[in-house]
Nanobody, 115 residues
Framework: QVRLVESGGGLVQAGGSLRLSCAAS????????MGWYRQAPGKQRELVAR???????NYADSVKGRFAISRDNAKNTVYLQMNSLKPEDTAVYYC?????????WGQGAQVTVSS
C-alpha cells in the first residue's frame, strides 16, 4: 500500500516563500515521475511541476523562475520550493507519484497567499 503524505502548506504574504514536501510511505516500489498539481476554487486541477527519477523537470509557464521542484529518491520524497508567491498561487496543492501503471495522490496541502 502506497501512501503520499504532504506537509508545508500555510498562509504567506505576497512575495513570500513556502516549501512543500511529499513523502511516499510503503516499500518494494520505485517511483518514476513525481509531480505537483494545484486546484484553486472553481478551477480545474492543473500541473505545476514534475520531475523524472533522473531529475529532468518541467514547469507550468505561470511558475517558471519562481518555483523549483526536487526529489530525494532514497527517501521517496518530492519537494516544491515556492518563491515570490502571488495571490493567484492560492490553491490546494497535491503531489502525485507514478508507480508502475498507477498514479497516486496525496491528500492536498492548502497554500494561501495574501495580498
Amino acid at each position: 500500500q502506497v501512501r503520499l503524505v504532504e506537509s508545508g502548506g500555510g498562509l504567506v504574504q505576497a512575495g513570500g516563500s513556502l516549501r512543500l514536501s511529499c513523502a511516499a510511505s510503503g516499500s518494494g516500489f520505485s517511483i518514476n515521475l513525481m509531480g505537483w498539481y494545484r486546484q484553486a476554487p472553481g478551477k480545474q486541477r492543473e500541473l505545476v511541476a514534475r520531475i523524472t527519477r533522473g531529475g529532468r523537470t518541467n514547469y507550468a509557464d505561470s511558475v517558471k523562475g519562481r518555483f523549483a521542484i526536487s526529489r530525494d529518491n532514497a527517501k521517496n520524497t518530492v519537494y516544491l520550493q515556492m518563491n515570490s508567491l502571488k495571490p493567484e498561487d492560492t490553491a490546494v496543492y497535491y503531489c502525485n507519484a507514478g508507480i508502475g501503471a498507477y498514479g497516486y495522490w496525496g491528500q492536498g496541502a492548502q497554500v494561501t497567499v495574501s495580498s
